[in-house]
């Protein structure tokens, strides 16, 4: 290879440079993140590394050997400076197991009052007798776990190890990612509703009422979600323009419940991803030779069998584009439901933003937003596997 040849491939290796670093940065490197959290479990390795060494040679049913107890206790009076990290622990031992909270907190103080002497554990609660709180202390000092991957789509190992379904009371997930897809699904059909016979506006018409048209599409995604979210909060008011105008005009005799409900997100996000439904659709149609119509209305087809067999189905890429697109981004919803949704119209992404920051359970947190990615992912992949399917046939 001349050195020429060299020069000219090092050149276009330095353009992409920016791009790669960019999606290294921002893309790869926080989808690694999200990866190793959600089956990182150090919160109570972090705090008992001398306990994690003389558990090994617990036989998993008898009571613990002195030499154990003491590696707790050190563990303990070494951590006492770290309260959070301690937090962290107790935490997630007491989700293995009910009632490490109040049994950590009599051992810690224990520790602490003894000073640098022995702690007979056996002595201070009988709890400490019994093999199911060394098993929780033996399993949660794997560095890696399934149990939040396995929670996020309400599964659970029980004592066996096997995989089993978490108990009634306690399996929330699958209801919040079923209700998270259905808010989708009917915010997508509400925009297909409004936006394809938009589209079709805009593509019959030229000139400045096209400008408008493309405007008025064009101009919310120029404003900030929240604002958008913060204006339809206002309007679903009982007093909100909304429900004043059709009081005025008798239509109602009462305020419409049009906030915190299902009603009030579904209208919300539905404007707000309107434009994403309502671009693809026109960029579609104006590939479509118009004058397909007249020649289907010459031949005698009427104009709905026309539109059936004509229009809709040159225009299906556009539909299943534009559909992609108002569900993926409608999975990730935050604000908008939020804000104008009540305590059953909580979305995922809720969930996810409330383990991060209420319970800072990062692992929890994690998996709950990978579960969504593959979710996500393999729409995308049937998306792909039917629009390669369409340009084979055609």
């Not at 997930?173 to 699904?185: D, E, G, K, V, Y």
């Not at 938009?198 to 048209?213: E, H, M, P």
């Not at 994690?366 to 393999?378: D, K, M, Q």
Request: glycine letters at 6%; a neutral charge; hydrophobic letters at 55%.
């Amino acid at each position: 290879m001349t050195k020429r040849a060299l020069s000219r491939r090092a050149g276009a290796f330095l353009l992409v440079a920016p791009l790669f670093l960019f999606i290294a940065l921002f893309f790869v490197w926080p989808l690694v993140s999200v990866m190793k959290q959600s089956v990182s479990d150090t919160a109570v390795l972090h705090i008992l590394p001398r306990t994690a060494e003389a558990i090994g040679a617990w036989d998993g049913t008898s009571e613990p050997s002195p030499e154990l107890q003491q590696a707790l206790i050190d563990d303990l009076r070494a951590a006492t400076g770290d309260q959070a990290a301690v937090g962290d622990m107790v935490r997630r031992l007491n989700s293995a197991q009910s009632g490490f909270r109040t049994l950590m907190s009599k051992t810690i103080r224990a520790a602490a009052e003894t000073g640098e002497g022995p702690v007979d554990l056996l002595a201070l609660d009988a709890r400490w007798a019994q093999p199911p709180f060394w098993t929780a202390i033996a399993e949660a000092l794997s560095p890696i776990t399934d149990r939040y991957l396995l929670a996020a789509v309400d599964l659970t190992r029980d004592a066996s190890g096997a995989i089993v379904s978490q108990p009634p009371d306690a399996a929330i997930n699958q209801a919040i990612f079923t209700r998270t897809l259905w808010i989708s699904a009917l915010v997508t059909f509400f925009c297909l509703a409004v936006g394809y016979p938009y589209a079709l506006l805009i593509a019959a018409t030229s000139g400045w009422q096209r400008q408008v048209l493309l405007a008025a599409v064009l101009l919310p995604l120029w404003t900030s979600l929240l604002v958008r979210t913060a204006a339809w909060f206002m309007l679903l008011q009982d007093r909100g323009l909304i429900n004043e105008l059709l009081l005025t005009l008798n239509f109602i005799n009462e305020p419409l419940a049009l906030i915190f409900n299902r009603t009030g997100v579904v209208i919300a996000m539905t404007h707000v991803q309107l434009p994403l439904m309502v671009l693809p659709i026109y960029s579609v149609l104006l590939t479509i030779p118009k004058n397909l119509m007249p020649a289907a209305a010459s031949l005698g087809a009427h104009p709905l069998r026309a539109f059936t067999r004509v229009l809709l189905p040159l225009s299906l890429r556009g539909i299943l584009s534009g559909s992609l697109l108002v569900f993926m981004s409608a999975l990730g919803y935050y604000i908008t439901p939020a804000l104008i949704g009540g305590a059953g119209d909580q979305m995922i992404s809720y969930f996810i933003a409330f383990y991060a920051t209420n319970t800072a359970n990062w692992g929890m947190a994690s998996a709950l937003g990978l579960v969504l990615l593959v979710i996500t992912i393999l729409l995308y992949a049937v998306y792909e596997r039917l629009s390669g399917g369409r340009e084979r046939s055609a």
